[in-house]
T-cell receptor, first 116, second 110 residues
Framework: GAGVSQSPSNKVTEKGKDVELRCDPISGHTALYWYRQSLGQGLEFLIY????????KSGLPSDRFSAERTGGSVSTLTIQRTQQEDSAVYLCASSEQTGTGYTGYTFGSGTRLTVV | QKEVEQNSGPLSVPEGAIASLNCTYS??????FFWYRQYSGKSPELIMSIYSNGDKEDGRFTAQLNKASQYVSLLIRDSQPSDSATYLC??????????FGGGTRVLVKP
């Protein structure tokens, strides 16, 4: 696609429920990243996928968080048993690694998650 | 110590003036540096990248990198009210992951 697509754009869920957030990266981008941004805060790294390599999960805050990337394209971030502190904007980004270097990220428009 | 540090601001500049934003980083092996602009309620958008020491100019924006001192800066010349946003510094060290600073909020006053 022309850009990084995320869905849903907004999600309100009850505490304790599971949620799934979807990201469709730019076609041909081999790397995909998930970050989250709490209100007025910076971007917190969650997880990244690069091609067929094992994902870097070092930023996932707890075992309630997981992500997968199917077929090297679409990714789903799953949060189980949501808590109020999970409320944030979840941003997905993709990038292309070139022979001479590395391109910066292109971000999607984000999913605003509110846990009530 | 945070890996990437920025003054949170707000940095208030009059229209037409130069806005100067600074960013320091802790990892000496950092290789690539990026500036993103984020309008309120929107996602970050890439405005500048810089990989080697010195200055890089793109329109009204100039990025400056000094690896020995571990800082990168962004100058916005002829600031416009539309430049009012939060500017995020991002650093790539090992791997492809970017580490972001907390951002500097810029307010351009007409």
């Amino acid at each position: 696609g022309a850009g990084v697509s995320q869905s849903p754009s907004n999600k309100v869920t009850e505490k304790g429920k599971d949620v799934e957030l979807r990201c469709d990266p730019i076609s041909g981008h081999t790397a995909l990243y998930w970050y989250r941004q709490s209100l007025g805060q910076g971007l917190e790294f969650l997880i990244y996928f690069q091609g067929n390599s094992a994902p870097d999960k070092s930023g996932l805050p707890s075992d309630r968080f997981s992500a997968e990337r199917t077929g090297g394209s679409v990714s789903t971030l799953t949060i189980q048993r949501t808590q109020q502190e999970d409320s944030a904007v979840y941003l997905c980004a993709s990038s292309e690694q070139t022979g001479t270097g590395y391109t910066g990220y292109t971000f999607g428009s984000g999913t605003r998650l509110t846990v009530v | 110590q945070k890996e990437v540090e920025q003054n949170s601001g707000p940095l208030s500049v009059p229209e037409g003036a130069i806005a100067s934003l600074n960013c320091t980083y802790s990892d000496r092996v950092s290789q690539s540096f990026f500036w993103y602009r984020q309008y309120s309620g929107k996602s970050p958008e890439l405005i500048m990248s810089i990989y080697s020491n010195g200055d890089k100019e793109d329109g009204r924006f100039t990025a400056q990198l000094n690896k020995a001192s571990q800082y990168v800066s962004l100058l916005i010349r002829d600031s416009q009210p539309s430049d009012s946003a939060t500017y995020l510094c991002a650093v790539k060290a090992a791997g492809n992951k970017l580490t972001f600073g907390g951002g500097t909020r810029v307010l351009v006053k007409p």
